[in-house]
């Protein structure tokens, strides 16, 4: 009764997954929605709500030591934190991001194309504006995008239920203020049994980054 009362919670289960500001596996985030409102009117960024249910979590190590954990609601949304640790103890980038886009390749040429795509220095779609390549900079005309294997939880035992190889790029556009939208574009190959054959597919998530007191779980 007492912690209906005042809003107490009950403790979440024991978990092998690291808590990243307390998101976590099966927890809620909320959003504080002015950290994109404030943007302006000309926002591409889709997310109408301001509550995050977690029903899965991924983890990513990247080569250069970092780690990336990621949060994800059942209709896909990323809420993403990059950290120089494991635990998520110095974490030093948070994003959230929504599916924009997705479709599967009819043939090599498609898969051909969608590389060239990711190593541009800009990159646009239907109704989409130039987003900037924000990863190495748009000095050069072309950039190898970034390849990782991401490890994905459907529960808390810490043991990955599936893996997911990427190869992808991030781009950014400038909106007015200091406000800024940014662009994940994805190459995505899901691991099954055969691992001669992983299904393919293309994804473009629209994000913006979020002020540690911008969210809370």
Not at 199 to 212: K, N
Request: aromatic share 10%.
């Amino acid at each position: 009764m007492f912690s209906k009362l005042f809003g107490r919670k009950d403790s979440a289960p024991a978990s092998a997954l690291p808590a990243i500001r307390n998101v976590t596996l099966g927890r809620t985030v909320w959003l504080d929605t002015l950290a994109w409102r404030r943007l302006g009117e000309d926002l591409r960024f889709p997310l109408d709500r301001d509550t995050l249910e977690i029903t899965a979590q991924g983890l990513v190590e990247l080569r250069d030591g970092g780690f990336v954990h990621r949060f994800y609601t059942d209709d896909n949304v990323m809420f993403q934190a990059v950290s120089d640790d494991r635990d998520g103890q110095r974490v030093n980038d948070i994003t959230v991001f929504v599916p924009w886009d997705s479709a599967y390749p009819g043939s090599q040429a498609d898969i051909d194309a969608w590389q060239r795509r990711l190593k541009a220095r800009t990159f646009t779609g239907p109704d989409l504006p130039d987003y900037h390549r924000l990863w190495f900079g748009d000095e050069a005309e072309s950039q190898e995008p970034v390849t990782f294997w991401e490890e994905l939880h459907d529960d808390r035992d810490g043991v990955p239920d599936r893996r997911i190889f990427q190869t992808c790029m991030l781009f950014a556009r400038d909106l007015p203020g200091d406000g800024r939208e940014l662009l994940l574009a994805i190459q995505q190959e899901n691991e099954n049994e055969d691992t001669r054959r992983r299904e393919t597919s293309f994804e473009i998530m629209i994000g913006v980054a979020l002020g540690v007191g911008e969210f809370r779980a």
